[in-house]
T-cell receptor
Framework: AQTVTQSQPEMSVQEAETVTLSCTYD???????LFWYKQPPSRQMILVIR??????QNATENRFSVNFQKAAKSFSLKISDSQLGDAAMYFC????????????FGTGTRLKVLA | NAGVTQTPKFRVLKTGQSMTLLCAQD?????MYWYRQDPGMGLRLIHY???????AKGEVPDGYNVSRLKKQNFLLGLESAAPSQTSVYFC???????????FGQGTRLTVV
């Protein structure tokens, strides 16, 4: 069975600085997707970035980028130029490609942004 | 475009009561899911559906039942609520040929 581990329950970053959130996963599959979701206090789940496992190039979305290491099964999220609005819970998720597209979520990392 | 809508948003139940949570999506998505979110545990899959008329168990299905009689609706039922089912419930849908999940706004359920 697939598992997703986020070992940092909470992180803090100064406004305008850079922070990296860690995520590791375990799977025997070769084809899958990985995601980072943001959950602000409103509770809404917002997709931040998505990575296809077969792509070697790391995904980037504006200030958000990932470091995807397939052999190490690592998928970290880097947030550059942190803003107060980035404060939220961040979830790493694994999505299977076996026809059900089920997600396996990590336990989340709460990010605090300090002014 | 409403996206994924969950009804209700909040509910308090007494132990032993029953209720149904409704998830409705207007995007013609094929796949639908029910997750529960508990502190320190992330989101865990309860049940899911890969198409109208089909359902399957997820990671934590005990105490819940689901139905998908119409493609746009996915119902989650609690027949006899227990305090352990106090949680925030999320519905999600995924279109065929894609992998991005679209989430509802969540339902906070408290069982006393």
């Amino acid at each position: 069975a697939q598992t997703v581990t986020q070992s940092q329950p909470e992180m803090s970053v100064q406004e305008a600085e850079t922070v990296t959130l860690s995520c590791t996963y375990d799977t025997s599959e070769s084809d899958y997707y990985l995601f980072w979701y943001k959950q602000p206090p409103s509770r809404q789940m917002i997709l931040v970035i998505r990575q296809e496992a077969y792509k070697q190039q790391n995904a980037t979305e504006n200030r958000f980028s990932v470091n995807f290491q397939k052999a190490a099964k690592s998928f970290s999220l880097k947030i550059s130029d942190s803003q107060l609005g980035d404060a939220a819970m961040y979830f790493c998720a694994y999505g299977d490609q076996l026809g059900t597209y089920k997600y396996i979520f990590g336990t989340g990392t709460r990010l605090k942004v300090l002014a | 475009n409403a996206g994924v809508t969950q009804t209700p948003k909040f509910r308090v139940l007494k132990t032993g009561q029953s209720m149904t949570l409704l998830c409705a999506q207007d995007m013609n998505h094929e796949y639908m899911y029910w997750y529960r979110q508990d502190p320190g545990m992330g989101l865990r899959l309860i049940h899911y559906s890969v198409g109208e008329g089909t359902t399957a168990k997820g990671e934590v299905p005990d105490g819940y039942n689901v139905s998908r009689l119409k493609k746009q609706n996915f119902l989650l039922g609690l027949e006899s609520a227990a305090p352990s089912q106090t949680s925030v419930y999320f519905c999600a849908s995924i279109p065929r040929g894609n992998t991005e999940a679209f989430f509802g706004q969540g339902t906070r359920l408290t069982v006393v």
